[in-house]
């Protein structure tokens, strides 16, 4: 009778052991990590309300280079390990002047690019209600770990409106959530 409780007590115990050990393999090897990054791009004011002209990139979204960003190193990995990176968060925002809103646009769209990779459309928004000086925008569901792992990317700017009465300088926040192999 003690045998087979021997038995039944190591077969519960390897049972255990090897679902510990395939999930250590499965999940330990990968770190999640958030990493942002933003940008200012000042809109052309026109007191007749003409059509908007806006830059096709935002200083300080372009030529991204992930090298370097700490977060990285703080979690024992690098870019050339990442897994997955989608878009976890994308805001427009008004800087100034006060009391400016971002009604002024009609349509916002951002897309990815990179060396030898397409042009992917990463968020977007419609419609811009009056009074708002900060909206969120719609993300699109895109992994962009090959854009991620290039040399550099950058997000570029399509958008449609009228001209705010005066200059308008509005900025762009964004958070990449990444999935990396620890080195």
């Not at 999930?23 to 990590?33: I, K, Q, S």
């Not at 209600?129 to 699109?140: R, Y």
């Not at 550099?152 to 926040?173: L, M």
């Not at 964004?174 to 990396?180: F, G, N, R, S, V």
């Amino acid at each position: 009778m003690k045998r087979p409780m021997t038995h039944a007590f190591r077969y519960v115990r390897l049972t255990l052991l090897a679902t510990l050990c395939l999930g250590a393999t499965a999940c330990g090897d990968l770190v999640r990590f958030d990493t942002d990054a933003s940008g200012q791009t000042t809109v052309q004011g026109d007191p007749l309300g003409g059509l908007i002209t806006l830059p096709s990139q935002f200083s300080g979204l372009g030529n991204i280079n992930l090298s370097s960003n700490s977060n990285f190193r703080n979690n024992n990995t690098d870019k050339d390990h990442i897994d997955t990176c989608r878009f976890s968060h994308f805001g427009l925002k008004v800087v100034s002047p006060s009391g400016q809103d971002l009604s002024f646009l009609s349509q916002v769209s951002f897309s990815i690019t990179a060396p030898n990779l397409p042009k992917v459309r990463v968020a977007h928004l419609e419609s811009f209600p009056t009074g708002a000086t900060s909206v969120d925008l719609t993300l699109d569901d895109v992994d962009i770990a090959a854009y991620a792992k290039s040399d550099t990317f950058s997000i570029t700017t399509d958008a449609t409106g009228h001209a705010p009465k005066q200059n308008t300088t509005v900025e762009a926040d964004l958070t990449l959530h990444i999935e990396a192999s620890i080195l």
